[in-house]
């Protein structure tokens, strides 16, 4: 059997930071792939960024991330933007030229659209679409003691269709580059105005281009890394069901998911492991058939874990029988991708560009 690889691709050892010529060249590689980004991304000046955000004050402050700071920035025109300011740190510049990449070439309703960047001498800025909602994270674990929880189930499953239909494209879609995000949580989920969910965060991603790779390779692929992907939603779909903090859940985690999958025969044990607020109100048996999909997703053999394309799939099926219209935008034209069944499966709303 298999094992799964190491979770994270850009690791810093002790030889990387003794390394002042490698960072040096490294940087020199980054300056020389950010001219050549600059035909697909709109490149922004410091002094527009700063005029949006106020000079950074903290009345437009978003949150912190790993990477950097958010902050909310309004143009003239009354365009309102998101700003990360990345940390001060030249081993983040690998991260930054990832986002670049990636979020610059992608266009789904799914994903976070990357609008511009900036480099201002040693300091590095993405400019994003601001999404009034905020994280899904915050939604599920309000800051104030006693707040209720005020994601009701129809949208809990609106975004858990839409976060599969995004993963399910980015690992699916019919081009010859194939994306894994590699860094799945809610915290980097954020909500529209109208609750669809974009992912973000794609700085630990990793693209694997489908056309040279034997079958011995792609089956090693889908197994050490889009399995791990697959694991990340199944967390974040738990935290949507049970609203557990996964912070919460340390190695012995898996102890308690698979008590949770044992008591799934049983329709009378669930309850205990469902979030209070979302009981008795007549969703009870998708409930307990979205906690099923979760759990297949988690399963600690990553083999036995299903494809995105299937869960979305799975998902789609469970929003159909809560009577549930996907009320997405329609704007885009489907994007029609091959699953590793050899069926093709209808993946909604996506364009590359």
């Known amino acids: 059997m298999m094992m799964l690889m190491v979770k994270r691709k850009h690791k810093i050892t002790d030889d990387d930071q003794a390394g002042s010529s490698s960072t040096v060249g ?12 600059e035909k697909r991304v709109t490149r922004m000046s410091y002094a527009d960024l700063k005029d949006a955000t106020d000079n950074f004050s903290e009345n437009n402050f978003i949150g912190q991330g790993k990477m950097g700071m958010l902050y909310k920035a309004s143009l003239p025109n009354g365009y309102v933007l998101a700003v990360k300011k ?36 040693n300091q590095r800025f993405l400019v994003y679409k601001y999404m009034p909602n905020g994280n899904l994270y ?6 104030e003691e006693g707040q209720e929880k005020a994601m009701e189930w129809g949208v809990r499953v609106k975004v858990a269709v839409g976060l599969a239909r995004g993963l399910a494209w980015l690992h699916q879609n019919c081009h010859t580059v194939k994306i894994i995000h590699l860094d799945i949580s809610s915290k980097c989920i954020l909500l529209d105005q109208n609750f669809q969910p974009k992912l973000s965060n794609f700085g630990e991603a990793m693209l694997v281009s489908s056309t040279c790779a034997s079958s011995v390779n792609s ?23 049970t609203g557990v903090d996964p912070s919460n859940m340390t190695a012995s985690s898996n102890n308690v998911l698979n008590e949770w999958i044992g008591h799934l025969s049983s329709s009378s044990d669930f309850h205990g492991a469902v979030d209070k607020s979302l009981i008795g109100k007549g969703f009870d048996d998708e409930i307990i058939q979205l906690l099923k999909v979760a759990c297949t997703c988690v399963d600690p053999i990553p083999d036995r874990r299903p494809i995105m394309v299937q869960v979305y799939e799975d998902i789609k099926a469970i929003r159909e029988r809560c009577d549930l219209v996907d009320d997405s935008s329609l704007l885009m034209q489907p994007e029609i991708c091959p699953a590793t069944s050899e069926k093709s499966v209808e993946i909604e709303m996506a364009e590359f560009q």
Request: glycine share 6%; proline share 3%.
């Open 219 to 241: 089956e090693f692929w889908e197994m050490a890394f889009v399995k791990e992907d697959v694991h990340g939603f199944g967390v974040v779909l738990l935290e949507m069901i």
């Open 86 to 121: 990345l940390h001060d740190s030249r081993f983040l510049e690998e991260q930054f030229i990832s986002e670049l990449k990636i979020l610059g070439s992608l266009r789904h309703i799914n994903v976070l659209p990357l609008l511009g960047f900036c480099v201002e001498s």
């Open 138 to 143: 915050d939604w599920l674990h309000p800051m």
């Open 26 to 37: 490294l940087l020199e590689e980054g300056i020389k792939e950010i001219s050549m980004l």
